[in-house]
């Protein structure tokens, strides 16, 4: 069990661009979260997959936001246009379908310069 | 207001002192509690997970929880210097379609040696 990956760890990016992160769970898990936290502050719920059906998403996912989790693996998180108040450290975790505990990722930070 | 609400500290204590960390909550339907612990830079790590009001005690950690009073603890006995971290509490509604994590927005704890 290596535990929840995300890639890129880091990544910078021009304002306007479209930036795309990576999580895959731990395996067998089949419960999929994506957070967003800025610093001194705790994370924040953006959304939530069971397998690959998207089954919850906070108001703070606007528009250009999207996520996908197209074979109930590994998920996408998608920002398209970024903005300055997109930089932050985008968190992935994940629970089994036995066992309530999220388990998180090491995130992606993100600055939009 | 917050739904949840934490004490930022700096909280700082001497090597094997007991620290005491705590949130309280606005939102009577949060029924499951957890306490992660949160390395600069890198993802909340899950220590406990409670959803019954009372204690639960796993090593040096006690989570202590009381929904009459929306007040929830975490102690750490014979605190080291591995321990300085950020500490967040979590909580969640007993919805089973509802699983968003809700976070304290963090004490930061020092361990002094």
């Known amino acids: 069990d290596t535990g929840v990956s995300q890639n890129p760890r880091h990544k910078i990016t021009k304002r306007g661009q479209n930036v795309t992160f990576r999580c895959d769970p731990i395996?067998?898990?089949?419960?999929l979260y994506w957070y967003r936290q800025t610093l001194g502050q705790g994370p924040e719920f953006l959304t939530y997959?069971?397998?690959?059906?998207?089954?919850?998403k906070s108001r703070l996912l606007s528009d250009r936001f999207s996520a996908e989790r197209p074979k109930g693996s590994f998920s996408t998180l998608e920002i398209q246009r970024t903005e300055q108040g997109d930089s932050a450290m985008y968190l992935c975790?994940?629970?089994?379908?036995?066992?309530?505990?999220?388990?998180f990722g090491p995130g992606t930070r993100l600055t939009v310069t | 207001q917050k739904e949840v609400e934490q004490d930022p500290g700096p909280l700082s204590v001497p090597e094997g002192a007991i620290v005491s960390l705590n949130c309280t909550y606005s939102?009577?339907?949060?029924?499951?509690f957890m306490w992660y612990r949160q390395y600069s830079r890198k993802g909340p790590e899950l220590l406990m997970y409670?959803?019954?009001?009372g204690n639960k005690e796993d090593g040096r950690f006690t989570a202590q929880v009381d929904k009459s009073s929306k007040y929830i603890s975490l102690f750490i006995r014979d605190s080291q210097p591995s321990d300085s971290a950020t500490y967040l509490c979590?909580?969640?509604?007993?919805?089973?379609?509802?699983?968003?994590?809700?976070f304290g927005s963090g004490t930061r704890l020092q361990v002094q040696p």
């Open positions: 975790a994940s629970s089994s379908p036995i066992r309530d505990e999220q388990y």
């Open positions: 979590a909580m969640r509604v007993a919805d089973t379609g509802r699983r968003a994590l809700t």
């Open positions: 997959f069971q397998n690959e059906a998207q089954l919850e």
């Open positions: 395996s067998e898990h089949n419960r």
């Open positions: 409670t959803y019954s009001s």
């Open positions: 939102n009577s339907a949060f029924q499951y």
